[in-house]
Nanobody, 117 residues
Framework: QVQLEESGGGLVQPGGSLRLSCATS????????MGWYRQAQGKQRELVAS???????NYAESALGRFTISRDSDKNMWYLQMNGLKPEDTAVYYC???????????WGQGTQVTVSS
């Protein structure tokens, strides 16, 4: 059974940084893509960043230049480094994985990121 678990959320002041981590049971090589989504209160869930097993990255326009997605195959984890955080980045962040063979979507339980002074 595929499980994803996020960590690293919290409260940060505007301009600050956070690094989110997503740990998965088993190998990350089962995933075609790994990513981060967020959902702000009253809004739809949206893609923040993703990375394929080939290393191709994709970012939301709002994340470009501030956020960086990466993965560590040895640790079976992926990350979202967030710099220059803004109040509008406040949301619950979810890690996501799309498996290669079955094309199933898997989600973590979410971690709250709050950007406020």
């Amino acid at each position: 059974q595929v499980q994803l678990e996020e960590s690293g959320g919290g409260l940060v002041q505007p301009g600050g940084s956070l690094r989110l981590s997503c740990a998965t049971s088993g190998s990350i090589f089962r995933f075609y893509s790994m990513g981060w989504y967020r959902q702000a209160q009253g809004k739809q869930r949206e893609l923040v960043a993703s990375i394929t097993n080939g290393g191709i990255t994709n970012y939301a326009e709002s994340a470009l230049g501030r956020f960086t997605i990466s993965r560590d195959s040895d640790k079976n984890m992926w990350y979202l480094q967030m710099n220059g955080l803004k109040p509008e980045d406040t949301a619950v962040y979810y890690c996501h994985g799309l498996t290669i063979h079955t094309r199933n979507d898997y989600w973590g339980q979410g971690t709250q990121v709050t950007v406020s002074s």
